[in-house]
């Protein structure tokens, strides 16, 4: 008897168990004993005779309300445009970029945002009839000044992240650094000296690599804490 534990074309993580008993299975897909998981991040599918999972790969696709990081590449009079990592250029008008009424006759664009600026800015919309349309408006959004941005694949950031958060708040708290992640897998890191900043790329190039594997956490852990420690002595 076999039962299959997930909906089928829902989006599972590494890890995530699909289904127990004697089943066929295909490509995304492991088998640990009687037992199921998916060996990527992609879309199940139950095909009735058999199941997979359907690895998401390739540019990010925007969708409304992502926090994504963006590179500002052009600066137009009353706005930006912004590269997401995505076929599609976001724009950023200027009556989303601050909550300050924009004068355009008075106010300069560049002294927002410049050429080159790594900016932290929110899906608005995006049906690609037209490009996709950004703010950072709201708080907490905006010019990130410092740090590092890496980019991963998109379709990893669910497993960087972790469930409910654990993965990328263990990595923060043993590298003391802030770490914001965006859904286009851009990654901004900040610690207090080069090498926090460093063991904290290492151990998310690390989580990318080896997404697929099980006991991850625990060996990401191993590894930072031994860091720590070696720091100590």
Do not use: C
């Not at 299975?25 to 998916?38: H, T």
């Not at 930006?80 to 006759?105: C, H, M, Q």
């Not at 932290?120 to 408006?137: A, E, H, V, Y």
């Not at 956490?217 to 804490?225: A, G, K, P, Q, V």
Request: charged share 30%; glycine share 10%; hydrophobic share 35%.
């Amino acid at each position: 008897m076999s039962e299959i534990k997930v909906k089928n074309h829902e989006i599972v993580i590494p890890g995530d168990l699909l289904g127990e008993g004697t089943i066929k299975y295909g490509e995304g897909v492991i088998r640990r004993g009687n037992s199921y998981f998916s060996s990527i991040v992609g879309l199940f599918q139950d095909k009735g005779d058999f199941i997979q999972v359907k690895a998401l790969k390739g540019k990010y696709l925007p969708r409304p309300g992502d926090l994504v990081i963006g590179k500002v590449v052009e600066v137009g009079l009353t706005n930006w445009i912004v590269d997401v990592g995505s076929p599609y250029s976001a724009v950023l008008s200027a009556n989303n970029a601050t909550e300050k009424r924009f004068d355009p006759v008075k106010d300069d664009t560049r002294r927002i945002f410049n050429i080159g600026d790594m900016i932290l800015t929110k899906i608005m919309s995006f049906d690609r009839t037209r490009d996709p349309q950004i703010l950072t408006n709201e708080r907490g959004l905006g010019k990130l000044r410092g740090g590092r941005v890496i980019e991963i694949e998109a379709a990893h950031i669910p497993r960087v992240i972790g469930k409910k958060g654990t993965m990328i708040n263990m990595v923060k708290r043993l590298t003391r650094t802030q770490i914001i992640t965006g859904q286009n897998g851009r990654i901004w890191v900040q610690g207090k000296n080069v090498d926090d900043e460093l063991k904290a790329i290492g151990s998310i190039k690390k989580i990318e690599k080896e997404a697929h594997t099980q006991g991850l956490t625990d060996r990401i852990r191993e590894m930072l804490s031994i860091n720590q420690t070696e720091e100590e002595v």
